[in-house]
């Protein structure tokens, strides 16, 4: 599998905020994501291949025990599945992270969903290619109901929003995908410094007051700034 980083940290966002946990981002994305915090896993993609027994190894040489297997986009790789279920075998629980575009019976304790709203779409005058795939790919309706079914009370959602606009069409997601509980719907800040996180910290938990929703921080961000391997 291709690499992009390992490392141990603690999870910055989500459900999982503050657990220390080994972190294995994996190279490679179907979407591109006008704000990306992780370049260096879709638009200018680096990496290393590495075995899953090498990446089991790195796992047990960490003291967290929680692995987060993260991108780019996971669900894009073949050996995915092996690798969850080695990691579990190992006795590591499993995180994911993935967009939604893309769907595997993953075995996973549990998946953080993070749909695309419009707002992710590329620039179609900078990257005229890439913003039509994006928009084609970032929303398959079919895909996300058989992943909310199939991960059921494993599964979270956490929205990327800044704006007004972002909050409406989540609630215009939820009702197209059909979900109707709220408690493990997540709103976080799109930030990529403490300030610009701090300066949009209170507008997306005064949203989340009025909606119902659970507000996610970024941990890491407020720690370390945009800084790789944290």
Request: proline share 7%.
């Amino acid at each position: 599998m291709r690499v992009t980083e390992t490392f141990a940290s603690i999870q910055g966002e989500g459900p999982a905020m503050g657990l220390p946990c080994t972190f294995i981002r994996l190279t490679g994305c179907n979407l591109r994501c006008a704000w990306c915090d992780t370049p260096r896993s879709s638009w200018e993609p680096t990496g290393e291949n590495l075995s899953v027994a090498e990446l089991v190894a790195i796992a047990n040489s960490h003291p967290g025990r929680t692995v987060v297997v993260t991108g780019g986009e996971p669900f894009l790789h073949a050996d995915l599945r092996e690798l969850c279920l080695a990691l579990q075998q190992a006795g590591h629980p499993v995180h994911l992270e993935t967009s939604g575009s893309l769907f595997q019976d993953v075995p996973a304790d549990l998946v953080c969903l993070s749909p695309k709203l419009v707002s992710s779409t590329p620039d179609s005058k900078l990257h005229p290619k890439w913003s039509v795939q994006h928009e084609v790919a970032r929303f398959p309706v079919e895909i996300l109901r058989r992943m909310v079914s199939y991960y059921g009370d494993r599964l979270w959602l956490k929205f990327v929003v800044a704006t007004e606009a972002d909050i409406q069409e989540v609630e215009s997601w939820l009702e197209t995908v059909g979900i109707t509980d709220r408690s493990r719907v997540m709103l976080m800040p799109q930030a990529r410094t403490p300030e610009v996180l701090s300066g949009l910290a209170e507008f997306v938990a005064n949203w989340c007051i009025a909606k119902g929703y659970r507000y996610s921080d970024r941990l890491h961000i407020r720690l370390w700034g945009d800084t790789p391997g944290k």
